[in-house]
């Protein structure tokens, strides 16, 4: 017999098989699903709200400051004449634009009636329960037959960026700038230091415009993160803002929402013990 030149130990190896059991292909990644570009998202000009201010999406600030009527026809000429020359002085000591806005609001009534008629069952004078009826039937009815309206009056103060300020050129350049501009539902994207520095210059801003209408008798106060998330939910949901209020706000700016862990949940309960 011829000898065998091969170790006992060892174990003749197994060709590859090509299509058999034992070889695994390695796994193949799934290309991301495009974003859709006409989502309701896509269309809100602005990214976030933080710090008093609102994020656009071309990367530059807004601060919006609200503002207090004054009742200019009861006036005297000569009161008329100093606050048409402070809203003079006021506009031309501005070295950046601002947007002045008049809101014409609906008020919803059914809390007052709400209110009133609580007070009528509490009422034990028959004569002053009877006036109240008649009150409350009047208002009820005035408040159908009419739009009761209210009046707000905000500045919003904007702030540009250079990237603001490069993307609003090339808008500016007509049809062509439109042709080969950036698509509207990129997000800018904005360092520390921007932020930083933008910062500052909007309070500077703001500073400067509460100034000026200090001069003018009107009394103003700049808008916060809560009450600018509320303003906008109001604008982009006229109808459902009356009926729906905006509730928590701090439910409604969360970032992100994870599921959790029903381990550490039963832990928890357990007190850690295995």
């Given amino acids: 017999m011829p000898p065998n030149n091969q170790p006992q130990n060892q174990t003749p190896a197994t060709p590859n098989v090509v299509g058999s059991s034992q070889t695994t292909q390695a796994p193949q990644e799934q290309p991301a699903k495009?974003?859709?570009?006409?989502?309701?998202?896509n269309t809100l000009l602005f990214s976030e709200i933080r710090d008093n201010m609102v994020v656009m999406s071309d990367g530059s600030f807004r601060a919006v400051v609200a503002c207090k009527s004054i009742n200019f026809d009861l006036?005297?000429?000569?009161?008329?004449?100093g606050i048409e020359y402070s809203y003079q002085n006021f506009l031309n000591a501005l070295n950046h634009p601002v947007q002045i806005l008049v809101r014409s609001q609906r008020i919803d009534i059914a809390p007052y009636i709400d209110k009133l008629i609580d007070i009528r069952n509490?009422?034990?004078?028959?004569?002053?329960g009877v006036l109240m009826d008649d009150y409350i039937n009047f208002i009820d009815i005035l408040s159908q037959e009419a739009n009761i309206m209210d009046k707000s009056f905000f500045i919003a103060i904007p702030y540009y960026t250079q990237e603001a300020t490069g993307s609003l050129v090339e808008q500016s350049k007509g049809f062509f700038g439109k042709l080969f501009s950036k698509p509207g539902n990129v997000i800018a994207k904005i360092d520390t230091q921007t932020y930083e520095r933008a910062k500052t210059e909007v309070k500077n801003r703001v500073d400067g415009v509460m100034a000026g209408l200090f001069q003018l008798g009107v009394q103003s106060v700049q808008l916060n993160t809560k009450q600018l998330g509320e303003l906008y939910y109001n604008f982009y949901n006229p109808d459902i803002a009356v009926r729906q209020p905006l509730g928590d706000f701090n439910n409604m700016t969360t970032t992100f929402v994870r599921k959790g862990d029903?381990?550490?949940g039963q832990a928890a309960n357990t007190g850690g013990a295995k």
Avoid: I
């Avoid at 006036?75 to 004449?81: D, F, V």
């Fill in 122 to 128: 509490s009422q034990d004078n028959m004569l002053l």
């Fill in 262 to 264: 029903e381990n550490a």
């Fill in 75 to 81: 006036m005297s000429s000569r009161e008329r004449e």
């Fill in 34 to 41: 495009p974003k859709n570009p006409n989502s309701s998202q």
